[in-house]
Structure formats: structure tokens, C-alpha cells
């Protein structure tokens, strides 16, 4: 009897210790640091060699797209962050540039009474709180792996996703970032998203297909939601729903990095509380515009302009590209293009 446990023990010891491969180890192993030994060829496509990422790391991002490290920014700043959210909701801030997004249901506001509910604040490179996120070098030193050395920050989000109101609207649709980036080459754009409290998927954590990243820019728009959808959360239209998915649970802190073409959305909100998370996505500033009329992008330049119209009171004609150029910052080595 007692051989039997030992062996037994000594299975799981050893299952954990060489994970299977396929998607049953994907769903079961969703970091890198929880693989102990792959096999990893000796070039890897998505990410440079500057000695920070483990090999089994790069091989992990080649083959799923995204790579999460865990307790990469402390809480103290984290909390620096919602109290600087908690002043823009009431108004003690004023931001220039800033766009702040409601939900498209009746939520009740976290912070002013009879209002709708923030559920996203875009583009606070105006906030010096805020925007400290993409400077800091814990980050920047993995975006560096993705980018290389010469960084813009391109688009910054802090999302704040409501309790559910029962029409599903806190979901997001399953998407990828590219479909509102005007710029090239994919493989040097990077997302980094950190949680600011334990996501998990009571309250609608992040859900990647892992690999998709390999796949082309499909084509994207508003779901037919009988709920309604929340302006521009356009989700891609046709994609394989029996493709393995990786519900990304993570702690206060944890951050990961993942690919503009990887396909991922998030799911309602069913607890009470809000939750938060900020974002930045880089690219390298070798990067360069592309025209998207006659793209499947043709649709997000549309509402963007108008909306950039509408909020700034532009009557000239302007391009999707044009909001993307005032909104770049350099973050770290020399602005080469972008």
C-alpha cells in the first residue's frame, strides 16, 4: 500500500516536472516559469536576444503569443495609480487628451453618484502619474526583448471593469490589438497589461487562444449583442471558437506581455467590485505608418476620426494615422521613425 502512494506521488511529481504539450499542457501550464524544460530551437521569431528572457521564456512567446511575469510592480505604485484614477473620475484632474468611456448599461458610478460608470480612461500621457506605468524600467527592460532598444508609447489604458448589470456588457469581445494600429511591422508592438488586484474569472479576467499571434489581421466589428456593446469594442468576426483558451488568472502586480495579432477578450464581471487593471502598448520607434482605406481597418479609421473630430472640434481632414502620431511618446533610446 505504501508503494502504491509513493508511486503515485511520484507520477504527479513527475508530471509536473515535464508537462505534456498540446493544448491540455497550454490550459494547465499558461506561464513560462511554470515550465520547467522544452525543447526550443535555436532562432526565435518574436523576441531579441538581450539576455533577460530564458530560452524555455522566448520559446513560450513564439509558440503562444503572450508571457506573463508575475509581481512586476509593486503595490505601493499600484495603489498610486487608483488614487490617481479615483481623482480623474472626480473631476479633481483634469487631463488633456484624455478619453474616459462609460458603460453603454445603466452602472452605477464607483466614485460619482447618478453617473454611469467609467469603465475605461484612454491616452493619459498627460498624466504624469499615470504615464509613470510606461517608464518604469521593470517594464520597459521586457518590453526591450519585444521592441528592442528604441521605444514609443503608443496607446495607454487603465480599464475598469464594472460589476455586470445583467446585460453582459462588461464582456469584451474577442479581439486583436492590430485592428486599431496604424503601424508595421506587428512582431515589434507589444502589449504590457498589470493587474491591479487578483483577476481571476469571477471578475473577468484576460482570455487568449494562445498561438493566433501566427495568424493574419482579421477582419473586426461590433458583435451583435442583444445586450449592447460598449463603443469600440469591436470583436473579430470569424475565428475558430474550438480553439483551446487560457482564462489568465493573476495576482495584484503580475503583468503580461502579448503580440498584437493574438486573439483575446475578457469575460462579464460577476462579483460587486470593480476591476482594475492599466495598460501601455510599445512599438519600436523603427516602426512605420501604413494607409489603411480599402483595409479591413477602413471601419475603426472611420469612428476614430470621428471621434477625434467631435472632441477636439477638427474640421480639417485628418487620417487615423494623424491620431496616432499626437498621442506617441518616447519612452526609452532615440525616435527614429514613428
Known sequence: MEDAVAAARL??????????TGAAALTTFPTSA???SVKHPMEFHYTLDNNLLTPEQRHFYDENGYLLIKNLVS??????????FAKICKKEVQVPGLIIMRDVAIAK?????????VTKIQDFQEDEELFRYCTMPQILKYVECFTGPNIMAMHTMLINKPPDSGKKSSRHPMHQD??????????LIVC????????????????????THKG????????????????????????????????????KGDT???????????????????RKAISCHYASADCHYIEVKGTSQENIEKEVVEIAQRKYGVSTPITLKDTWMIRGRLVKGERTNL
Not at 492590430?178 to 512582431?187: E, I, K, Q, S, T
Not at 503580461?256 to 470593480?274: A, D, E, K, Y
Request: net charge negative.
Open 11 to 20: 507520477g504527479t511529481i513527475l508530471r509536473h516536472l515535464c508537462p505534456r
Open 178 to 187: 492590430l485592428h486599431y494600429f496604424p503601424f508595421r511591422p506587428a512582431d
Open 109 to 117: 458610478s464607483e466614485f460619482v453618484p447618478d453617473q454611469k460608470a
Open 256 to 274: 503580461v506581455f502579448f503580440h498584437p495579432l493574438l486573439i483575446h477578450g475578457s469575460g462579464m464581471n460577476r462579483t460587486q467590485g470593480f
Open 192 to 211: 504590457s497589461w498589470t493587474a491591479m488586484e487578483r483577476i481571476d474569472r469571477s471578475n473577468g479576467c484576460l482570455v487568449v487562444l494562445p498561438g
Open 75 to 84: 503595490g505601493e505604485d499600484i495603489e498610486s495609480f487608483r488614487n490617481e
Open 216 to 251: 493574419s489581421l482579421k477582419q473586426h466589428d461590433y458583435p451583435d449583442w442583444e445586450g449592447g456593446v460598449n463603443k469600440m469594442y469591436h470583436g473579430v468576426s470569424d475565428y475558430n471558437k474550438n480553439l483551446p483558451r487560457v482564462h489568465l488568472v493573476m495576482e
Open 34 to 36: 511554470q515550465i520547467a
